[in-house]
Structure formats: C-alpha cells, structure tokens
T-cell receptor
Framework: KAGVTQTPRYLIKTRGQQVTLSCSPISGHRSVSWYQQTPGQGLQFLFEYFSETQRNKGNFPGRFSGRQFSNSRSEMNVSTLELGDSALYLC?????????????FGPGTRLLVL | AQKVTQAQTEISVVEKEDVTLDCVYETRDTTYYLFWYKQPPSGELVFLIRRNSFDEQNEISGRYSWNFQKSTSSFNFTITASQVVDSAVYFCALRWNYGQNFVFGPGTRLSVLP
C-alpha cells in the first residue's frame, strides 16, 4: 500500500506570496492532519480534516487554511507568507478521526520564505 | 494543559550500547493515548508504538521496549544493542479526548556511533 504523499517536496516563496501544499492520504484513510515543524517551535498541530470537514484546529492565524476533497486528498494554503512560515509541513493520515487512531506521516514539504 | 517533556535534547552512544529515551507527559484527562515516532534524516515521521492510558503493560518489540508508568506520568523508550541505523530524532506524543489533536515533545536526537 502506498504511503502518504506530499507535493511539492520543496518550495521557495517570497514574503507576501501565498502557497498551496497538497497531501494524498493512504488509500482508505479518511482523516488528514497537518503539522508545522520548525527548529524553534518543534512540531505543532495545524488542523485535521475528516470527511471534508475541519474537525480540529490548532493555534495558528487565519492565514493558514485547508480543505479536504471527496477523495480524502487535502490541501493546505498559507496566504501572505511571512519569514516565520519557513518550516517543514507534514501531513498525516489515519483511517478515522478518533482518539485511538494512529497517524501515518508523509515525507513533508519544506517551505522556505525569503 | 497538555504537555510532553523530553528532557534529553541529544544523546550519543556507541553501537551496541543500550539507551533509554525519557518522556514525561501532563494531562488531566483519564483517557488518552501516547505515541513514539522516529524521524530519520529524510524527515518522514515513522510510527513506533501506541499505548492507551488504561494499558500499563510494558511492551517489547525486537530491540525496542517501552515502559509506561502512570504513577510518574512517564512513557520511556529503550533501545537495546543500539545500531547506527537507530540514529534519528525520536518524538513522544500525547493525544487526549478533547480539543487539539496531538501534542508532541521537543524530541531527542539520538546519535549512534560506530
């Protein structure tokens, strides 16, 4: 079974631009979560989508948004990029959106904002 | 508030040594799950183990073992006879019943030297 895939793997943007990252979950998985990883803040939860609905949201500004499609694929958008948005963005999928579910992570998209 | 502490920032051992990675968590929920993930240099988080709050049995999987103690709110991870391939950053994570998804510890960077 193919794992979680994320595109693109690397991205360079400038301040003020916007960016869209894509995540394809493991086949059959309906929940997709997004995380931001930086050296200073570590791994932080952004949001979770299940059945095209946002289920949980972390403490990030409204510039960070996402959506999920009927095939469970998810996109994350960051508008008006800031230097501090430079990070590794990780997507994780699980079968369902429940406490006991294990999340399986993709390789991440490394975003650099100049 | 929910929190995960990994006091060891970096650990270096020589191959074949045993090493224990510490994880201390905080939560007021009685139902929660604890996880360990490994992040090799490639960046993708690899799931290692999941444990729920009602199951304090220790677990052994090959060279890996986990010690869960609710009395001390700890979920420690031991690698026996470490190998160079074990070099990675290891994250302990907590998932509880309400609110945000996962909270991750800051990670412990393990270097196994030949």
């Amino acid at each position: 079974k193919a794992g979680v895939t994320q595109t693109p793997r690397y991205l360079i943007k400038t301040r003020g631009q916007q960016v869209t990252l894509s995540c394809s979950p493991i086949s059959g998985h309906r929940s997709v979560s997004w995380y931001q990883q930086t050296p200073g803040q570590g791994l932080q939860f952004l949001f979770e989508y299940f059945s095209e609905t946002q289920r949980n949201k972390g403490n990030f500004p409204g510039r960070f948004s996402g959506r999920q499609f009927s095939n469970s694929r998810s996109e994350m958008n960051v508008s008006t990029l800031e230097l501090g948005d430079s990070a590794l963005y990780l997507c994780a999928s699980s079968l369902e959106s429940s406490l006991s579910e294990t999340q399986y992570f993709g390789p991440g998209t490394r975003l650099l904002v100049l | 508030a929910q929190k995960v502490t990994q006091a060891q920032t970096e650990i270096s051992v020589v191959e074949k040594e045993d090493v224990t990675l510490d994880c201390v968590y905080e939560t007021r929920d009685t139902t929660y799950y604890l996880f360990w993930y490994k992040q090799p240099p490639s960046g993708e988080l690899v799931f290692l183990i999941r444990r729920n709050s009602f199951d304090e049995q220790n677990e052994i999987s090959g060279r890996y073992s986990w010690n869960f103690q609710k009395s001390t709110s700890s979920f420690n991870f031991t690698i026996t006879a470490s190998q160079v391939v074990d070099s990675a950053v290891y994250f302990c994570a907590l998932r509880w019943n309400y609110g945000q998804n996962f909270v991750f510890g800051p990670g412990t960077r393990l270097s196994v030297l030949p």
